[in-house]
Antibody, heavy 121, light 107 residues
Framework: QLQLQESGPGLVKASETLSLTCTVSGGSISSSDYYWGWIRQPPGKGLEWIGNIFYSGSTNANPSLRSRVTISVDTSKNQFSLRLTSVTAADTAIYFC?????????????WGQGTQVTVSS | DIQMTQSPSSLSASVGDRVTITCRASQSIFRYLNWYQQKPGQAPKLLIYAASSLQSGVPSRFSGSGSGTEFTLTITSLQPEDFATYSCQQTYSTPITFGQGTRLDIK
C-alpha cells in the first residue's frame, strides 16, 4: 500500500527558507504513471496547489509562488522535496504531499497526512 | 487563473438526506474536475475524478456529474461519516485551483 510521509521543520523564521521532504513507500517514485506534488492549506482556508514534479525532474509550479519555489526529486531515496524561499506569515499552513494519477491533468489519489509549518517573526 | 466557486459554502443536513453540492468554473474545464472529502485534522480524500468517475473504495452513494463549467457532487442517504468538508479541484490548466470548500454539518 502506497504511503507518503512529509518531514521537515515545523517552525521557520520569516525571510528564511522552508524545506520539506516527502518520502514515498510501497511504490516507486520512478513510475512513469504518476506525478508527485505539494499542496498547502492555510489555517481555516481552502487548498492551494504549489506544484508538481515528474520522476524525470520536469516540474510545474503555481505562478503565484514560482519565483520562490523549487521542487526536486531523488529517485535513489524515493523522495521528493519542496523549498520555498523568503517565507512570510502568509506561508503558514499545513503542507501536504500527494501522488497524481491520470497524467498531469489527472487527480491526487494518495496524500500524506500533512505537516504543519508555522512562520515566525 | 480559473476560479472555482462552490455553493453552498455550508450546509446542514440529517442522516439519510440527499445533498447536492455545486462547483462552477470561470471557464470551461471540460471534465477535468475532481472532488475531495476532508475531515478535521486529516488529509483530503479523493472521491470522484474526471467529473463522474468513482474512486476505488468510495461508497456508491457518492456521485458526480457535469461538464464545461458546472458540476455537482451528490450524496444520497447521508451517513454519519459523511459530515465533512468537500472541495472541488480543476486540473484542466495551471495553476490548478480548488473551490473554497463546502462544509457539511449535522442538522
Amino acid at each position: 500500500q502506497l504511503q507518503l510521509q512529509e518531514s521537515g521543520p515545523g517552525l521557520v523564521k520569516a525571510s528564511e527558507t522552508l524545506s520539506l521532504t516527502c518520502t514515498v513507500s510501497g511504490g516507486s517514485i520512478s513510475s512513469s504513471d504518476y506525478y508527485w506534488g505539494w499542496i498547502r492549506q492555510p489555517p481555516g482556508k481552502g487548498l492551494e496547489w504549489i506544484g508538481n514534479i515528474f520522476y524525470s525532474g520536469s516540474t510545474n509550479a503555481n505562478p503565484s509562488l514560482r519565483s520562490r519555489v523549487t521542487i526536486s526529486v531523488d529517485t535513489s531515496k524515493n523522495q521528493f522535496s519542496l523549498r520555498l524561499t523568503s517565507v512570510t506569515a502568509a506561508d503558514t499552513a499545513i503542507y501536504f504531499c500527494a501522488r497524481r494519477a491520470g497524467g498531469f491533468s489527472g487527480y491526487d489519489s494518495e496524500w500524506g497526512q500533512g505537516t504543519q509549518v508555522t512562520v515566525s517573526s | 487563473d480559473i476560479q472555482m466557486t462552490q455553493s453552498p459554502s455550508s450546509l446542514s443536513a440529517s442522516v439519510g438526506d440527499r445533498v447536492t453540492i455545486t462547483c462552477r468554473a470561470s471557464q470551461s474545464i471540460f471534465r477535468y474536475l475532481n472532488w475531495y472529502q476532508q475531515k478535521p485534522g486529516q488529509a483530503p480524500k479523493l472521491l470522484i475524478y474526471a467529473a463522474s468517475s468513482l474512486q476505488s473504495g468510495v461508497p456508491s452513494r457518492f456521485s458526480g456529474s457535469g461538464s464545461g463549467t458546472e458540476f455537482t457532487l451528490t450524496i444520497t442517504s447521508l451517513q454519519p461519516e459523511d459530515f465533512a468538508t468537500y472541495s472541488c479541484q480543476q486540473t484542466y490548466s495551471t495553476p490548478i485551483t480548488f473551490g473554497q470548500g463546502t462544509r457539511l454539518d449535522i442538522k
